[in-house]
Nanobody
Framework: VQLQASGGGLVQAGGSLRLSCATS????????MAWYRQAPGKQRDLVAA???????NYADSVKGRFTISRDNAKNTVYLQMNSLKPEDTAVYYC??????????WGQGTLVTVSS
């Protein structure tokens, strides 16, 4: 299984970005796709997750600003990020986990929000 993340970049505070993560290979019908982020010198934290049934979960810091979605036919997960803040600056990683396989990680995409 391979995950290919894209969509990161440099944006001013208040702006928006949309991240995408396409998966290839068999990940099982029942799974959770998620976005994590890691800022310099900090641990990797969960940003948002979505189950194959569409149930979502968000970190408190991004609620109301970020939206996670997925296209099951394309095995792709998205993260729409609005009202970005400098503290959202981090490398964003996509992740997929299921009961039948170990978790898989994408290569990360850098998001930089300037003040």
């Amino acid at each position: 299984v391979q995950l290919q993340a894209s969509g990161g970049g440099l944006v001013q505070a208040g702006g928006s970005l949309r991240l995408s993560c396409a998966t290839s290979g068999s990940i099982g019908r029942i799974n959770v796709m998620a976005w994590y982020r890691q800022a310099p010198g900090k641990q990797r934290d969960l940003v948002a997750a979505i189950t194959s049934g569409g149930i979502t979960n968000y970190a408190d810091s991004v609620k109301g600003r970020f939206t996670i979605s997925r296209d099951n036919a394309k095995n792709t997960v998205y993260l729409q990020m609005n009202s970005l803040k400098p503290e959202d600056t981090a490398v964003y990683y996509c992740n997929v986990a299921s009961p039948i396989s170990p978790p898989y990680w994408g290569q990360g995409t850098l998001v930089t929000v300037s003040s």
